[in-house]
């Protein structure tokens, strides 16, 4: 048996009439670019989550450009962000006119630290873009709290945390605007790229949506960009959305046979979720002293896994005019190089999380078994 680390071709085969058929009236009415479908499915997600407004754009990462750019990022305002992240998060910050400060993550949920957050609170601080990463949300009151004693705004990324929920609330209802992901492996996915952004402001909104569309269509009232989402994503989404909370009760059930069976192998730490949250399982992620070896064993196993991230953003080449070291981020660096994804989509069966356990079981098995495992383990340990 393999197993992928998403199959969204199984996900196909089990909607095809919906999806085919949603395809089908796109191109029978031309409706490409904007039209009945992308006005849709903008009402649709945002009365999916109880916000007042969607825009629907090209991507995640143009959203949260879009959210920088209508807050009003000027050149050296500092935007306080997770330095465990998509580079998505950080670079728009850049592309906005802002400066990226970074800051370290909680052990358990790989979320970022509050108590960091305001450490890093300069004069200069205007805004911060809390990651709800893997599909757990982060800390939202302590966040929310800051914002407040400091004036700054929120961005939520939301581009894995599609219905996830903080103490009962969407992710995405608690800053001045939050972003979100429709890449196909994302928990809510089209046929290629879209995202959008949401948010209670109609000011905001109105910015937002003129930005995204040349600012403004036939009177250009500013020089935007061009971001949209096209009809066949759109199309595609709606068919998607009715789906959506099935599919992800689908995951916190694999997520939990994981980690009752995961629970006691060799030195696993299975996801830990912060009190109030409601996780997504967007990744499942466990933490192992022993995740390369691992990594390679349940290759050969044809079995896929994934490293997001393998790198705390500040030490890509990227940001390395920053000057960060490892001790600045501690908790980042030590999370980072232990984190392995194991595959969790909705099409997968008890018998394929029960085949990649035993998987994993079998390797620490041989691990305890043989010297040859932890003499790489070792070297490995010595490189970091
Ligand atoms: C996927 C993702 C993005 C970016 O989305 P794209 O649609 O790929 O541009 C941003 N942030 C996070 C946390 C993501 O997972």
Redesign the pocket.
């Known amino acids: 048996m393999t197993i992928p680390i998403v199959d969204l071709y199984a996900q196909y085969l089990t909607i095809k009439q919906e999806i085919d058929r949603a395809i089908a009236e796109v191109i029978a009415e031309s409706a490409y670019i904007r039209g009945r479908h992308v006005d849709a499915f903008e009402q649709a997600w945002a009365s999916a989550l109880g916000v007042k407004r969607c825009i629907s754009c090209a ?4 959203a ?1 450009y879009i959210a920088l750019r209508a807050l009003r990022v000027k050149p050296g305002d500092e935007v306080i962000t997770s330095a465990h ?2 580079i ?2 950080s670079e728009t910050i850049t592309q906005a006119g802002g400066r990226v400060v970074f800051c370290d993550t909680d052990e358990e949920t790989f979320t970022v630290d509050p108590d960091d957050i305001q450490r890093k609170i300069t004069p200069a601080a205007v805004g911060i873009i809390p ?1 709800h ?1 893997y599909g757990q949300p982060a800390d939202m009151d302590a966040i929310m709290a800051i914002a407040k004693r400091h004036n700054l705004w929120v961005i939520e ?1 939301c ?2 945390a599609h219905l996830a929920r903080y103490k009962g609330r969407y992710v995405g209802t608690f800053g001045d605007a939050a ?1 979100f ?3 196909p492996a ?1 928990n809510l996915g089209a046929y290629g ?1 879209a ?1 959008c952004v949401v948010t209670n402001d109609d000011r905001l909104a109105e910015w937002m949506t003129t930005f995204a569309r040349h600012g403004g269509k036939g009177d250009h009232i500013m020089e935007g960009i061009n971001s949209r989402m096209d009809g066949l994503q759109a199309a595609i989404l709606n068919a998607k959305l009715p789906h959506l909370r099935a599919w992800t009760e689908a995951r916190r059930r694999l997520a939990g046979c994981y980690d009752e069976l995961l629970d006691d192998v060799g030195d696993i730490i299975t996801p830990k979720v912060g009190p109030g949250r409601d996780h997504v399982y967007h990744l499942y992620v466990i933490r192992t002293e022993n995740r390369d070896t691992l990594r390679e064993y349940l290759t050969q196993a044809g079995i896929s896994t994934v490293l997001s991230y393998p790198k705390a953003l500040p030490f890509y080449p990227a940001y390395a005019h920053l000057g960060h070291v490892p001790k600045d981020f501690p908790v980042a660096c030590f999370n980072q190089s232990r984190i392995l994804s194991l595959p969790i989509y909705p099409e997968m069966t008890k018998e394929m999380i029960t085949h990649t356990v035993g998987y994993i079981a079998s390797f620490f098995k041989e691990f305890q078994e043989s010297d040859s495992i932890p003499a790489k383990v070792i070297q490995f340990a010595e490189r970091l």
Do not use: A, E, H, P
């Open positions: 991507n995640g990462t143009d949260i992240s998509s998505s998060t990651v990463l990324d581009g894995q972003s992901s429709f890449y994302k790229d995202g």
